[in-house]
């Protein structure tokens, strides 16, 4: 660009890190307002495929999260029992590898330090309270009372998105698709050298993916009221009550979930954001734009792969005149957008497909892409 941009950006996780990082290497002056008070991550483990990862080399962390992290490149499917059914290699996006495992904070950890070594400063316990934007910038209050300036403001703040309701009201809520995740961190098994994945009856699902040389997580999908919290004292006895058709490896990991503060319970639900992920200049990305069931481990890919466009298509020629950022805005949306909805529209089938629920023809067209597919087309250019 012409002259450097001041960003404000609403979220520090995965999406909004990647993006400070992004921006604050191409000299842009960027803020992360971020409402914890520390990057320490909520969840357990993520996988980190092969277009996700290729955003990180493109960062600069591509190492660094490697390190923190285990490398693998074969998806295992096997039968409840633990028998193997298939070994799927997967693809890889250019020179980066085909996947990672991470312990969620040590990504955070990684993100955190590339950002504010870039230059980002990042805000913490602190949210946005009230903005205004006059067309020419983005009048901001935050929650420790300060107030500024920003040319953009840009929310990574996730499937809950405060300025998603700012922007929309109650228009864009999430919807419950009626499946929940259950996720704990257990030692690695050695044998664990990559994803297993374990079907058992059309409403559940177990997965193991190692994470370091020394951990890994246990990952389960089952239908659940929409009302229903786990039992804050017996949440692994909960799990173990779902997953008492697995034996095997996942039976194994169920040894070592003794205590219910471990485990982690998240509802699946998906956002879709069918107006524009932009109004003005202020800008919705990742989950609060388009946030998807985990079914194609493609989330946090989405998420950083918008960050990087974004801050590439702030970068390109055919700016506004006057320096503005509605032509780069519109540009990043039309390039996002397809292949967000894709990943989100294919996510959704394999959920219901997995389930036994019924899907419509448009679902049926996509399925016959599959998870293989899938993953090869996700290594093209995005």
């Not at 996510?347 to 996509?366: F, H, M, V």
């Amino acid at each position: 660009m012409s002259s450097p941009l001041r960003v404000l950006i609403h979220g520090g996780g995965i999406g909004g890190l990647t993006l400070a990082t992004a921006l604050a290497r191409r000299g842009h002056q960027v803020d992360v307002a971020e409402l914890r008070d520390e990057l320490d991550a909520l969840g357990v483990g993520i996988i980190q495929p092969s277009n996700a990862l290729h955003v990180m080399r493109e960062i600069g962390v591509l190492e660094q999260c490697l390190e923190a992290g285990f490398e693998w490149e074969v998806l295992t499917i096997c039968d409840p029992t633990g028998a193997t059914l298939a070994k799927i290699p997967q693809p890889r996006m250019a020179d980066a590898p085909s996947n990672n495992g991470i312990p969620r904070p040590a990504l955070a950890k990684v993100l955190g330090r590339a950002a504010t070594e870039a230059g980002a400063r990042i805000r913490f316990a602190t949210t946005i309270t009230a903005l205004a934007d006059d067309g020419e910038g983005v009048d901001v209050t935050l929650s420790d009372g300060s107030t500024g300036r920003w040319d953009l403001v840009v929310g990574f703040d996730g499937i809950g998105s405060p300025l998603r309701k700012h922007l929309y009201g109650d228009r864009f809520e999430p919807e419950y698709t009626g499946f929940a995740n259950w996720r704990v961190t257990v030692p690695r098994d050695p044998a664990v050298q990559s994803v297993v994945m374990s079907a058992g009856n059309q409403n559940a699902k177990a997965l193991l993916t190692p994470i370091t040389d020394e951990l890994m997580y246990l990952g389960a999908v089952f239908a659940e009221a929409e009302d229903f919290r786990p039992d804050p004292a017996r949440a692994h006895e909960q799990l173990a009550e779902r997953l008492a058709s697995f034996s095997g490896p996942v039976a194994e990991a169920l040894t070592h979930v003794t205590d219910p503060a471990a485990v982690v319970y998240s509802r699946i639900s998906q956002v879709t954001v069918e107006d524009a992920w932009h109004v003005g200049r202020v800008v919705l990305a990742g989950d609060a734009a388009h946030a998807s069931t985990p079914h194609l481990a493609q989330g946090a890919a989405m998420a950083v792969e918008d960050a990087l466009v974004l801050a590439e298509s702030l970068d390109a020629a055919d700016l506004d005149a006057d320096g503005g950022p509605a032509g780069a805005l519109a540009a990043w949306e039309a390039r996002r957008r397809p292949r967000a909805m894709w990943v989100q529209s294919l996510s959704r089938a394999i959920l219901k497909q997995e389930t036994g629920t019924a899907t419509t023809p448009e679902e049926d067209e996509l399925l016959k892409v599959g998870i293989p597919g899938a993953a090869h087309f996700l290594v093209r250019p995005y």
